[in-house]
């Protein structure tokens, strides 16, 4: 079992940033998991935005769709057992709620992008970027 608690969302005008803080927690071991981040906007489908994967050779290294590759990025701490989510330069279709999750690591990083493959999810927290 693994608990996840997003924060750090909120209101923030077109070009700005955000920080977003996804705190694990359990008796799995959560740092040899991928973790991924998500967004969902109502009535769409959940997107990945960002994802950190892991193997035993290399440790953690991450994944980036198109849609934000050169503007997230996703790192993970393991002292503190939280995977971040920076976002810059961000734009009205940023806005959604945005959601953590794990899934054991993924052998090919394109199978990140699938949610279904994710056994644990947080609440989520809102994002709204406005011009």
């Known amino acids: 079992q693994v608990y996840l608690v997003e924060s750090g969302g909120g209101s923030v005008q077109v070009g700005g940033s955000l920080r977003l803080s996804c705190a694990a927690s359990?008796?799995?071991?959560?740092?040899?998991?991928?973790i991924g981040w998500f967004r969902q906007v109502h009535g769409h489908d959940r997107e990945l935005v960002a994802a950190?994967?892991?193997?035993?050779?290399?440790?953690?290294?991450?994944y980036y769709p198109d849609s934000t590759k050169g503007r997230f990025t996703v790192s993970r701490d393991n002292a503190v057992d939280t995977i971040f989510l920076e976002m810059r330069s961000l734009k009205p279709e940023d806005s959604a709620v945005y959601y953590c999750a794990a899934r054991p690591p993924a052998p090919d990083s394109t199978l990140l992008l699938r949610p279904d493959d994710y056994r644990w999810w947080g609440q989520g927290t809102q994002v709204t970027v406005s011009s």
């Open positions: 359990g008796p799995t071991y959560v740092r040899s998991h991928a």
């Open positions: 950190v994967n892991w193997n035993g050779w290399v440790g953690d290294f991450p």
